[in-house]
């Protein structure tokens, strides 16, 4: 790698420089995989900043970010490898004469494979393979930042194919053998919790959960992603946000959805919530219509208290 932490303070120092702000919780988890050497799984509700987590880490070691998306059916041909069959195709074309060469003296079909079998693994060889994700980060000279996010949507047969790799940062190709990381890349797992994880894949990683934040966390990291936001306006939206999250919703808005909206109120130039404007600017921070439904008779009291409780702030 090209940097490593030097200590947990000096990761929320320029965490914050990157415009991420670390709890010690997290910090310390950093420090902790990178000199172990394990993956981290970063579990927690949608939109905390378990990927920003990754990004920044990236960022701030200056090192390039792989990516893995999970999705149901995922394997390993999206995910590790794949044979490049265009290309052995062309090949087979260009070499045709050679081929015709080879076998011209098998005087049955089953002769003439065989003869056609000693010589398969020229087109099963690195110049033929097509590197996805894990493969990319494993043979990465430099190192690299791997994530592969949201594997709570894969298979349970991909948490599986995972396990050589989380634990000996290696993957085994059938046709080539095995192939080991020259530097372990830094991995990050993310997971909103749609599914169990397996225990194998726990073992083998590090544990983050990333819940919403406190009031007082919330505030540093709005000061930090809107610094022109007025001290009254920020410390009224974070009153009303931490209230929302207490009611029973299908989705509680989120520190991204909490950033969006001190965007969007310091587009319209507001310096104070008012119901009215709650209710206009409601379809930020939900993301669904039954819960803006939901809380329509609570705006206006919520929006009071928030008032209320930031006077003199």
């Known amino acids: 790698m090209n940097g490593k932490f030097t200590s947990i303070e000096e990761i929320q120092k320029s965490y914050k420089k990157e ?9 310390t988890t950093l420090f902790l995989a990178q000199h172990l050497q394990k993956p981290i799984l970063v579990e927690g509700p949608v939109g905390v900043g378990k990927t920003e987590l990754a990004k920044t880490t990236a960022k701030y070691l200056n090192l390039e970010l792989i990516r893995l998306q999970c999705y149901e059916g995922l394997d390993e041909s999206k995910a590790l490898y794949e044979w490049k069959y265009g290309k052995q195709l062309l090949y087979t074309q260009i070499l045709k004469d050679s081929l015709d060469k080879i076998v011209e003296d098998a005087v049955t079909l089953s002769e003439a494979m065989d003869k056609l079998h000693q010589h398969e693994d020229v087109f099963f060889s690195q110049n033929f393979l097509e590197p996805r994700p894990l493969l990319k980060a494993l043979r990465s000279k430099q190192g690299a930042v791997l994530l592969v996010d949201e594997v709570d949507k894969a298979d349970q047969e991909f948490e ?16 080539i053998g095995t192939i080991k990381a020259d530097t372990k890349p830094f991995v990050f797992l ?57 009611l029973d919703l299908k989705k509680a808005p989120s520190i991204s959805e909490t950033i969006d909206w001190a965007k969007v109120l310091m587009l319209l130039n507001v310096d104070c919530l008012d119901a009215d404007l709650v209710r206009e600017t409601l379809s930020v921070i ?13 705006i206006e009291p919520m929006t009071e208290k928030a008032i209320k409780e930031t006077e003199g702030q």
């Open 19 to 27: 415009d991420y702000i670390c709890s010690k919780q997290i910090a």
């Open 160 to 175: 599986a194919f995972m396990l050589e790799i989380l634990s000996d940062y290696q993957a085994s190709i059938p046709e």
């Open 190 to 246: 993310t997971s909103n919790n749609t599914r169990e994880i397996s225990d194998a894949l726990r073992r083998r990683c590090l544990h983050l959960y990333i819940p919403f934040p406190e009031p007082e966390l919330e505030k540093e990291i709005v000061e930090v992603r809107v610094p022109e936001i007025s001290e009254n306006l920020k410390n009224q939206l974070i009153v009303f946000i931490q209230e929302l999250r207490k």
């Open 286 to 298: 939900l993301k669904f219509e039954e819960d803006v439904r939901s809380i329509q008779a609570k």
